[in-house]
């Protein structure tokens, strides 16, 4: 029977073998040499470092160092708690030697946990040491999740509640992250991937305005990597802009030419956020906006309630398709499974000003309220107000050019948590070819 499967074409061996278990890829392996040469790759070409150890064991003369040229994912975790600082460090410093060692990586996520202190440095010198490793070109697929530990909490860098945290280091940690970054100093960002297509950043505040100040919200590292990404995800607490340097900002002008696609997840924000990306991708095809806990409304931005949402979209010309939490300052006694009829055709007035003022190219436009507060055995109930915009290219001068065809409906989507994890197309209401699945066989939604 394995001589008649793996007689298929391969990418079909592969399809069927990511939905087997663990215990069933253990018992192919021992079938026979060549079932266990055909496993291999599919086992190992995503790994996950959740130890030095783990990373150790792929150095030349470890026990699956010859394996390296099969893996085309790494993930690299903390090894200890997120208040074990100098463990963490320790850790990375391991992990990004390991990493040059590799000839083939193309999908990299870096998870860290810091204190605002010492993130910079901590930052430079991950992606200083990753500017030395073949993955620097091969690199397809960027995740870094970095959230930042409170500085007052007990944590193992002792003495630093006296003095500076920096100072604090013990000498090999100084060595290891370079000269000190201050909170305001003007820092060339790191180099980023030539090759990169795809940035996700988690953080506790982002800034969609690369900048060379060092504040801790990673606003200067999409500026290494913006000539070249065509995917941008953020999962942030605050969707943040440092303070300006107007002198900078001309002399240091940003293009985003090649981004097509935007997905933000966010805790704190409200419609205005619109506008600022409108701003920034004027370019972008598909723009997803998902709450994260919050209660996503008009804000506090200047103007009627109307003008905000109306002027939200201006200037993207080349927009397609649009997901956005639905407005619930509103009508918020309409707010919930049923839908009123005023509440549904104010969604599609704003649609179309939407369209009538730059956003001539949409297709399709949903207002979600996400389900991700009611997640039952790995899925959550997506309510949709949904617009489909269908043009008619005979209408005569002075007819509509285009219909809104409505509809109110509950979508039902294989939750992985974080940022990245769910499709574009799936969050556009388009099932998935198949759900995400662990490491043992596909990948997930992250790429």
């Known amino acids: 029977m394995s001589l008649s499967l793996l007689s298929l074409p391969r990418e079909l061996v592969d399809e069927i073998l990511s939905y087997v278990s663990k215990r069933d890829f253990k018992r192919f392996s021992r079938c026979s040499r060549v079932c266990r040469g055909f496993i291999i790759p599919l086992v190992f070409s995503r790994i996950d470092w959740r130890t030095p150890y783990r990373a150790e064991a792929f150095r030349d003369g470890g026990t699956v160092g010859h394996l390296r040229p099969v893996v085309y994912h790494i993930s690299m975790y903390m090894p200890g708690r997120p208040n074990e600082l100098l463990r963490n460090i320790a850790a990375f410093e391991i992990y990004m030697d390991v990493l040059t060692l ?21 930052i430079h010198a991950i992606f200083n040491k990753l500017s030395a490793a073949p993955a620097f070109h091969t690199l397809k697929s960027l995740n870094l999740t970095c959230k930042r530990y409170p500085q007052l909490s007990l944590h193992d860098l002792s003495g630093a509640r006296k003095q500076d945290f920096y100072a604090a280091l013990p000498e090999k940690y100084q ?5 000190k970054i201050g909170m305001d100093d003007d820092v060339d960002p790191p180099p980023g991937p030539p090759g990169l297509r795809e940035l996700v950043v988690v953080t506790n505040q982002f800034s969609l305005t690369p900048s060379r100040r060092a504040e801790p919200n990673v606003s200067f590292l999409h500026s290494s990597c913006m000539k070249t990404l065509t995917k941008l995800r953020i999962r942030s607490d605050i969707l943040g802009a440092p303070m300006a340097h107007k002198d900078w900002e001309q002399k240091h002008w940003f293009s985003w030419d090649g981004l097509k696609q935007v997905h933000l997840e966010l805790n704190q924000a409200d419609f205005s956020v619109l506008s600022e990306i409108s701003g920034k991708f004027p370019d972008v095809e598909d723009l997803v906006i998902t709450k994260n806990g919050a209660w996503f409304g008009l804000g506090g931005a200047s103007g009627s309630n109307e003008n905000i949402l109306y002027n939200a979209l201006q200037g993207m010309k080349k927009l397609k398709r649009v997901r956005v939490p639905q407005p619930n300052d509103l009508f918020p006694n309409q707010i919930g499974e049923n839908h009123g009829f005023g509440y549904t055709e104010y969604l599609k007035d704003v649609v179309n000003q939407w369209i009538q003022r730059g956003a001539d190219m949409l297709e399709k436009v949903i207002f979600a309220k996400d389900g991700r507060s009611t997640v039952m055995q790995g899925k959550s109930w997506d309510k949709m107000v949904q617009f489909d915009i269908l043009r008619d290219k005979r209408a005569l001068q002075g007819e509509p050019k285009w219909k809104l065809n409505v509809q109110t409906w509950d979508m039902i989507g294989f939750y992985v948590q974080g940022v990245g994890q769910r499709s574009i197309d799936e969050l556009f209401g388009m099932s998935p070819q198949k759900a995400p699945v662990d490491s043992y066989g596909k990948t997930t939604w992250f790429s």
């Open 175 to 179: 060595e290891y992250l370079g000269p």
């Open 102 to 122: 590799f000839p083939n990586v193309k999908s990299l996520w870096i998870n860290l946990t810091t204190i605002s202190d010492l993130e910079t440095n901590l």
